[in-house]
């Protein structure tokens, strides 16, 4: 049982009424301020990251004969995106440029991220090169890794045995 479980108090009816000692509603900001440090934010397609720069949202699936990475790129276009393979991983990069409009007098409040990102994405099994596909369509960039058939036959189940 979670410790919040004992706690005397609830968010709806705050603090119950024969809790008051002083450390009821220290405990009450200490576990508030944790569950919104905690609580899951929604992040937008294109997030702004810790330095400033833009990164795009992915999806990483893998099978057995393949990796497929899904990038969304809301409001790019393919000549912006560039996406290289380098020491078994994908790094998918670019700029998101905004567009200007000179205004006078006008104020301008924005929340969609701008500049340049780059995403390392690393892949575990080792990946054919020469057969790796890339399409970009209505801001949405796929990319299929055929994963080196060699690479695949070096790894091998070990029985554990008691």
């Known amino acids: ?77 393919q000549k912006d995106v560039e996406v290289t393979l380098r020491d078994n991983a994908l790094i998918i990069s670019g700029e998101k440029r905004r567009e200007h409009k000179e205004e006078n007098g006008g104020r301008t409040y924005a929340e969609r991220s701008y500049g340049r990102f780059m995403r390392s994405i690393p892949l575990d099994t080792e990946v054919d090169a020469d057969k790796v596909q890339a399409k970009f369509k209505n801001g949405i960039l796929a990319v299929e890794l055929p994963k080196n058939p060699a690479a695949r036959d070096k790894t091998r189940r070990i029985e554990v045995k008691s």
């Open 1 to 77: 049982m979670p410790n919040r479980d004992l706690a005397p108090w609830t968010r709806s009816r705050g603090i119950a009424p024969f809790a008051r000692d002083p450390f009821t509603s220290f405990r009450q900001q200490i576990d508030r301020l944790f569950d919104d440090f905690l609580t899951p934010m929604e992040a937008p397609a294109l997030a702004a990251g810790q330095d400033g720069g833009v990164w795009p949202s992915v999806d990483v699936d893998e099978t057995e004969k393949a990796y497929k990475v899904t990038a969304e790129l809301p409001g790019m276009e």
